[in-house]
């Protein structure tokens, strides 16, 4: 059985300034900044359960396709996480990293049979999350 989740909710991509990179989204698509610190700024759509993180990198080599550092897909219940990275390895693909971003949010890093990095995690809801 599946993991139940809210569908590929975010990209991380990188960049080399997060602020002015953020500023962007904000200005167009009225994002909102739900954590920062100074490497990276995740910013969410009000009303959506998106997330667009910018992740500071030096080494940012942007093609036509851009520099996207992971994806990632977010839990509807944290208790779930073991269920998920059970999935995952059982699917061919290998944990990188596991733990808690903050006390009740759960995350995991992965590879998938290509080797993409993915992230499967839990956030506690936000202020402009949709109404359940």
Excluded: C, K
Excluded at 44 to 55: C, K, N, W, Y
């Amino acid at each position: 059985m599946s993991v139940a989740s809210y569908g590929l909710t975010h990209l991380a991509v990188a960049v080399q300034d997060p602020a002015r990179a953020f500023a962007f989204y904000e200005a167009v698509f009225g994002m909102v900044a739900v954590f920062r610190d100074e490497n990276l700024i995740q910013a969410q759509t009000p009303g959506a359960r998106d997330v667009l993180v910018f992740e500071r990198s030096g080494n940012v080599v942007v093609t036509d396709t851009g520099g996207i550092a992971h994806f990632g897909f977010r839990l509807q219940n944290p208790a779930t996480i073991g269920h998920a990275a059970a999935l995952i390895i059982a699917a061919g693909g290998r944990i990188e990293e596991q733990g808690e971003f903050v006390p009740g949010e759960p995350y995991l890093f992965a590879r998938d049979r290509d080797g993409y990095l993915i992230e499967v995690w839990y956030e506690i809801p936000t202020s402009v999350d949709p109404a359940l």
